[in-house]
């Protein structure tokens, strides 16, 4: 009689294990690929069309791009997707997606005005040759806000095969248009930057063109409260992992010279691949959780995730260590050799994040949102930590990886008690 009973309670079973792991293993091939495109570009600096004041432009111009709230916006989609084709309110996410890509033009377009008055202001504080390159990171930033509006459908649709084309796409586009505009063109940190656009611009077409099912449906009204109610958490949660995962570059900036920067841009791209490596595993779980927690089933994906991560984590950090020299290098001219001696401080930094990434996925896919004004907090006391640092010790660029390693860190630890510790509920 008992076993009846647990068993109209559905559970994970084989299948699903072999389709994540098929799954997850797609996403990181397709994350291997696309980043081994985009980090193609970098081979760029050999050339004397990219000095080492370009290449800390490009670095800086990116590192806008990447603070964008694109994980946030990702992370909601995949969410309210999963929820829609587990309840049936795919009329409602079509409105969702078509309001939405209303808004990001809209606040965009606020955004560029804004740029074009302070333009000059902008170029003088960030030490750009010219103002071509923050133009064609505008256009860089409104297609860096779609691709993860509708990355996010294919997320929450579970449609990882396009998923990964999109990346590797985006990749392929990244490194081809730059190549033929540095190299040819000779445009230097602008022709970086544009090649960027067309590797989001192509990466964006693609998950446009495979959701038009959905955005193009008839739409339905939705609860407007309760959406905000589902999404502001995932805004904040995941916005305070981003802002731990990119802000330290700009930080940086304000405080050394480009021939310093240059070598910090160089280590944190070959350390930043190491959580772009492991984030497909907490790719796949997110939307499989918040649809199984829709339907009140059972999932055992979670220690699946935790321990495939730590393991690749770890591992990943120890190779970039021994290795990570070897590939500045080879990549870089002898002027960016100092990285080498940023790199294990760089890649010791990420194994936390990447560890506290798949516990955040996790709390937030089963709507566990205590975590995320403790998770803001952390990221608001190290916005103000890190400068006090930099003031306190001139001249010292470690002292930036490792104020961002403790506070990573720190956020693993609070995510791991409200995982773990506070409750003990894991349903």
């Not at 009329?91 to 333009?119: D, E, N, Y």
């Not at 030490?127 to 929450?156: I, K, Y």
């Amino acid at each position: 009689m008992s076993t009846a009973k647990t068993e109209t309670i559905p559970t994970v079973d084989h299948k699903p294990h072999a389709a994540f792991f098929r799954q997850s293993g797609w996403l990181m091939i397709a994350t291997i690929a696309g980043g081994a495109m985009t980090f193609g570009v970098h081979f760029l600096t050999k050339s004397d069309s990219v000095p080492k004041s370009q290449y800390a432009a490009f670095g800086t111009l990116l590192m806008v791009v990447a603070c964008l709230p694109t994980m946030p916006l990702q992370m909601i989609f995949a969410q309210q997707s999963a929820l829609a084709l587990a309840t049936g309110r795919e009329r409602q996410l079509a409105g969702m997606i078509r309001l939405a890509w209303l808004w990001t033009f809209i606040v965009w377009l606020f955004g560029a005005a804004s740029v074009f008055v302070f333009q000059k202001q902008i170029v003088a504080g960030w030490h750009l040759p010219d103002a071509t390159g923050l133009w064609v990171t505008l256009l860089l930033l409104l297609f860096s806000l779609w691709v993860p509006l509708f990355s996010g459908v294919l997320q929450g649709r579970q449609d990882f095969y396009w998923l990964g084309w999109s990346t590797i796409l985006g990749g392929v586009g990244r490194f081809a248009g730059a190549v033929f505009l540095v190299l040819a063109l000779s445009l230097g940190s602008a022709g970086m930057m544009a090649g960027a656009l067309m590797g989001v611009g192509l990466s964006a077409a693609v998950a446009i063109w495979r959701t038009r099912d959905l955005w193009s449906l008839a739409a339905e009204r939705f609860d407007g409260k309760n959406l905000l109610r589902q999404v502001l958490p995932l805004v904040f949660g995941f916005g305070a992992c981003q802002f731990m995962f990119t802000s330290d570059t700009m930080f940086a900036k304000a405080y050394f010279s480009d021939d310093e920067i240059a070598p910090y841009v160089a280590a944190g791209t070959l350390s930043r691949a190491l959580l772009w490596l492991v984030m497909p595993l907490a790719a796949v779980m997110f939307p499989k959780i918040v649809h199984a927690s829709a339907r009140s089933e059972k999932s055992n994906l979670f220690g699946i995730v935790v321990l495939g991560t730590a393991v690749l984590a770890i591992c990943g950090g120890l190779g970039l260590w021994l290795v990570g020299p070897l590939v500045i290098k080879l990549v870089y001219k002898s002027t960016y050799l100092g990285a080498a001696t940023l790199i294990p401080w760089y890649a010791g930094a990420m194994v936390p994040l990447a560890m506290a990434n798949v516990l955040v996925n996790d709390l937030l896919a089963r709507a566990r949102f205590g975590v995320v004004p403790w998770m803001v907090l952390l990221a608001a006391a190290y916005g103000f930590t890190l400068p006090a640092m930099l003031n306190h010790f001139p001249g010292r660029l470690e002292v930036v990886l490792q104020t961002l390693g403790a506070f990573n860190l720190l956020l693993f630890l609070v995510c791991a008690w409200f995982t773990w510790g506070k409750t003990g509920d894991r349903r």
